[in-house]
């Protein structure tokens, strides 16, 4: 099963143009800030996302089909990303988008990864 979700993911990343669905699930998803940890999974899984993998660090990734990613850390911060997309150089990366669904832009040494967005656990 592993190898088979590889082989397809590797396929999508060989077809990937240089911008990514108008508007991805991550973007879609309302403000999880204030729901419970069980809350905020079934919201996710009412828009499309799957359970995935959780680390030993705590770490729970759910995936949805467009191929957005909502990472719950360990301290409950939401970190939404969208599907990859191909940059301008050809290296593949993912936006971040902040509680509102709006893209965060990167600024190097700004801190501009933090979401704001936050579960109860």
Same mark, same amino acid.
């Given at each position: 099963?592993?190898? !088979?979700?590889?082989?397809?993911?590797? !396929?999508?990343?060989?077809?990937?143009?240089?911008?990514?669905?108008? #508007?991805? !699930?991550?973007?879609?998803? %309302?403000?999880?800030?204030?729901?419970?940890?069980?809350?905020?999974?079934?919201?996710?899984?009412?828009?499309?996302?799957?359970?995935?993998?959780?680390?030993?660090?705590?770490?729970?990734?759910? &995936?949805?089909?467009?191929?957005?990613?909502?990472?719950?850390?360990?301290?409950?911060?939401?970190?939404?990303?969208? %599907?990859?997309?191909?940059?301008?150089?050809?290296?593949?990366?993912?936006?971040?988008? #902040?509680?509102?669904?709006?893209?965060?832009?990167?600024?190097?040494?700004?801190?501009?990864?933090?979401?704001? &967005?936050?579960?109860?656990?």
């Amino acid at each position: 099963m592993a190898i !088979a979700r590889f082989i397809i993911k590797m !396929a999508i990343a060989q077809n990937l143009s240089h911008s990514q669905p108008m #508007n991805p !699930a991550a973007q879609k998803l %309302p403000d999880l800030t204030g729901q419970t940890l069980s809350e905020a999974i079934a919201i996710l899984e009412s828009y499309g996302f799957q359970f995935q993998t959780s680390t030993k660090g705590g770490y729970q990734t759910f &995936e949805h089909p467009d191929g957005s990613i909502i990472h719950i850390r360990p301290n409950g911060e939401i970190v939404r990303t969208g %599907p990859h997309i191909r940059g301008t150089e050809g290296k593949t990366y993912r936006r971040r988008y #902040n509680r509102d669904g709006n893209q965060i832009k990167f600024e190097p040494g700004a801190k501009t990864h933090n979401t704001g &967005e936050k579960v109860i656990l």
